[in-house]
């Protein structure tokens, strides 16, 4: 007779499974940083005059000149915590953190979204005629990306935490 005594850890054990989600759902979040290096988060959508384009990484990640190192430290931090269940594991300080930086960053989104950056700019036609207008860089495709890795992360920390919470009790 099988008996399921609490100790055995099979496919069908919901802790295993909770952290096999936590482990794995964070790279959404990386497939998303990644993908929004191409795909712009905030875009004002000008072709042909002065352009806000926001990726994950900056304005214009691959230009020197215009590198933002603020840009990459965030960017490099999300990529390296959301890794380090698959190196590591899932523990229950990650589990807590990746809560909170996925609340962070979709703060941080939401702020983007009701404040966008904005550029006035102005010049001379080739006749002497004054030129000008503004530039608002809005939400993008890049944006949702975006917000479906931060939520991921955070589903992936609520997860861990479960997980956390529902090892069996070891019976004396």
């Known amino acids: 007779m099988n008996v399921d005594d609490g100790s055995s850890h099979g496919p069908s054990d919901p802790t295993a499974r909770l952290r096999r989600i936590a482990a794995l759902l964070p790279l959404v979040t990386v497939a998303a940083w990644v993908i929004t290096i191409f795909v712009p988060i905030l875009d004002s959508g000008n072709n042909d005059g002065p352009r806000i384009r926001i990726t994950s990484m900056g304005e214009n990640p691959f230009e020197p000149a215009t590198a933002v190192p603020g840009f990459f430290a965030v960017w490099l931090l999300v990529v390296v915590f959301s890794i380090l269940p698959l190196v590591f594991g899932i523990s229950r300080w990650w589990s807590g953190a990746a809560m909170v930086i ?32 503004m530039e608002v860089a809005l939400p993008d495709f890049g944006f949702f990306i ?27």
């Open 102 to 133: 996925a609340a962070l960053l979709i703060v941080v989104l939401v702020i983007a979204a009701l404040n966008p950056p904005s550029l006035l700019w102005d010049g001379q036609t080739a006749d002497g005629m004054p030129t000008g207008g």
């Open 146 to 172: 975006s917000l479906v890795g931060a939520l991921a992360l955070g589903a992936a920390g609520s997860a861990g935490s479960s997980a956390g919470r529902s090892r069996p009790m070891r019976q004396p």
